[in-house]
């Protein structure tokens, strides 16, 4: 009999994510087979499924902490924003529909059904489903409608985790308060709570767990210590893209506005010679920086028109004449041409812009967008290198000529005259080991190869025995329910 358990927050980014891909960890290591759920989530950060979709990056992580390939039915609904007040609306890993956010919230119930149908495939494979919320089910406003908290777990019938965030302070207030506010049906599917982030002796809060457990009956499921070693896990939210100091050797990132697929960083932070410093809007990109990495975008005109706001362009050029190297990565590689062409209006406006002029190339927008998972070939070395695209519009000119990737038999990529300039569409390819320590050879590093994928793995064995210290995990079991 297949059972689930839903894990929302008392508010957003109180570590939802990271507490499915332990716990999920940890279930499977007793036996359990267990598959990663999150009805609705928001992130430009997605990544590509086999099978041509996108999900948000964090159901891909939790996938990998159960030995799965990351499908889209994990999530059915992802929105990716493109402006200020509008996204993308993402169904079943293809794109649905461009919304304002108040047209999506009179349409958001309409997808409920897709939701469900997801849900029930994974339901009728899987012993356990941990499924995450978004946000916080105490945003009773958009209780009419909602699909990603109490709507989900009252159409399913799903029991509810809720989880407090200490870090942030006023804990108590956040799930008593969430209980006091929820309407009584919503407030009766949450079976049990916990404390996560917290950081001294865990023993000065047991008064604050009976506080809590008296004022709302829910079952006490423990207080979760900070873990030290999340930053080593793919970040999903843009909130979670930090600077790391390590190493002698800087890359410098500039924070676009609609920054994403930042996953590209997570193996250069991970390695202990390398610093990586993102540069918040304000900023001037630093002068000693080896390599000014410009990552991906969700809009690439509005952020090449942020870039240049900040000065940034004046700054690339002045490190380009020192003799610095630039890599753009799909948004980035775009920006780097000399045009970037969207008759169209695809992201936007119909517009024609100059790009940065650093290679001779120019993109086109087109309106379908490329979804696939590749394998390519570095062509210095000959190194594979396994990743993913999820672009729209092609790029062509004379420095494609100069490709350094072999993709399905075609050149990928461009790079300037003297190789201190290059730019892909291959997202993804620093987990490659072997080109990582390539690459960085280049920057005067010279590394022996090491294995990235290894290393989130032995993370998330961590982790998952992080929980098993800290959590009640047969308590969190006993409260999970049949579907």
């Known amino acids: ?92 890993g293809k794109r649905f529909a461009t919304m304002k956010a108040r047209d999506y919230g009179k349409q958001k119930e309409k997808l409920l059904p897709a939701v469900l149908e997801s849900f029930n495939r994974l339901a009728a494979t899987y012993d356990l489903i941990i499924i995450e919320g978004a946000g916080s089910p105490a945003e009773v406003n958009l209780r009419a409608g909602d699909i990603a908290n109490m ?41 049990g709570f916990g404390i996560n982030k917290f950081r001294g002796d865990p023993t000065l809060f047991a008064d604050g767990m009976n506080i809590i457990q008296d004022a709302t009956d829910w079952t006490p499921l423990g207080i979760i210590p900070w873990f030290a070693d999340a930053w ?66 969700k809009s690439t005109i509005a952020d090449l028109a942020h870039f240049r706001a900040q000065g940034w362009d004046i700054d690339l050029a002045a490190h380009v004449r020192r003799g610095g190297r630039v890599l753009g990565i799909c948004g980035g590689y775009q920006m ?29 927008m087109k309106q379908q967008k490329r979804l696939v998972q590749s394998t390519a070939i570095y062509l210095p070395t000959g190194d594979t290198v396994t990743g993913y695209e999820i672009h729209i519009g092609e790029t062509s000119g004379p420095d494609c000529d100069r490709a350094w990737l072999s993709l399905d038999g075609r050149g990928e990529g461009a790079a300037s005259s ?37 290393g989130v793995e032995d993370t998330l064995d961590a982790l998952a025995d992080h929980l098993e210290t800290h959590m009640d995990i047969d308590a969190l079991l006993s409260l999970a329910g049949p579907v």
């Open 418 to 454: 003297d190789g201190r300039i290059t730019g892909c569409y291959l997202h993804g390819l620093f987990s490659a080991d072997a080109f990582r320590a390539a690459f960085l050879a280049q920057l005067g590093l010279n590394l022996p190869v090491t294995n990235y994928a290894q």
């Open 151 to 191: 709507g989900f777990a009252s159409a399913a019938n799903v029991p509810v985790v809720l989880i407090g965030d200490i870090d942030r302070g006023g804990v108590i207030a956040q799930l008593v308060g969430t209980h006091s506010v929820l309407p009584d049906d919503d407030r009766g599917l949450i079976r």
């Open 232 to 297: 080593k896990l793919p970040a999903e939210d843009v909130m979670d893209v930090a600077s790391r100091k390590g190493g002698p050797i800087k890359i410098a990132v500039p924070r676009l506005n609609r920054i994403a697929n930042f996953d590209d960083l997570d193996p250069l932070s991970a390695t202990a010679e390398v610093s990586v410093e993102i540069i918040e809007a304000g900023r001037p990109l630093p002068g000693d920086a080896d390599l000014i990495l410009i990552p991906g975008s």
């Open 336 to 364: 780097l041409g000399k045009r970037i062409i969207d008759d169209d209006g695809i992201e936007g406006a119909p517009a024609r812009v100059d790009g940065l002029g650093l290679l001779d190339i120019e993109t086109i």
């Open 1 to 92: 009999m297949t059972k689930a358990i839903m894990i929302q927050g008392a508010g957003s980014n109180v570590g939802k994510s990271m507490l499915v891909a332990g716990i999920a960890r940890a279930c499977v290591r007793r036996g359990i087979s267990v598959a990663p759920f999150k009805p609705q989530n928001m992130s430009n950060n997605a990544a590509v499924t086999a099978d041509g979709g996108e999900i948000g990056r964090a159901q891909a992580l939790q996938a990998l902490a159960c030995g799965l390939d990351p499908i889209v039915d994990m999530n059915p609904v992802l929105l990716k924003p493109e402006s200020d007040i509008g996204a993308q609306v993402i169904v079943h």
